[in-house]
């Protein structure tokens, strides 16, 4: 029995033909969705126990160290970051998001426009909705000091009342 995976548009179809009397199965999407998961989750696992058995073991304790780029490790591991490290990191993700969602919309802009269908409201109202609440969120993070690095003293007595 030869199994085959035929992809058509926007279909993958998973095909039995018997080598005996040559009849073809079509069999359901869900099964071809199920092979390519398990050949997808078989071949790494795979090649993750070959390399296991494979691989050379030579213990040394400069193996367990802490990777510092190259150098010889200097102090402990366990030390503490500042918060501010958190809120960059989050106000990051938020705005590099905000970039992954307006490139699309802009290439799809100008048709959207001139379809027929929509017209200007319903091309750029909701990405100029998105941009306002976005807007907000970084004027409050503004405001709350998020994205200020360094705070004088004044500035940190003022936090300590606004909570």
């Known amino acids: 029995m030869l199994v085959l995976l035929r992809a058509e548009t926007g279909r993958i179809t ?9 009849n073809v199965i079509e069999m359901n999407d869900w099964i071809a969705i199920g092979a390519l998961a398990l050949v997808g989750l078989l071949i790494p696992l795979g090649m993750m126990a070959v390399s296991y058995l494979l691989r050379p073991s030579v213990p040394e304790t400069s193996k367990r160290a802490t990777y510092e780029s190259g150098e010889v490790p200097t102090g402990g591991t366990r ?16 705005f590099d998001i905000e970039t ?4 699309p919309w802009a290439v799809v802009y100008q ?6 269908e929509y ?5 750029l109202g909701p990405m100029v909705a998105f ?33």
């Open 79 to 94: 030390i503490r970051f500042n918060i501010q490290y958190y809120m960059v990191a989050l106000l990051f993700l938020v």
């Open 14 to 22: 998973l095909i039995c033909v018997d080598s005996e009397a040559s």
């Open 131 to 163: 941009v306002v609440i976005l807007l907000i969120g970084f004027a409050w993070a503004w405001r709350t000091g998020a994205v200020q690095w360094a705070r004088t003293q004044e500035q940190v007595e003022a936090g300590a009342d606004r909570s």
């Open 111 to 116: 048709d959207a426009l001139a379809a027929e």
């Open 119 to 123: 017209g200007l409201v319903h091309a």
């Open 100 to 103: 992954v969602l307006l490139f």
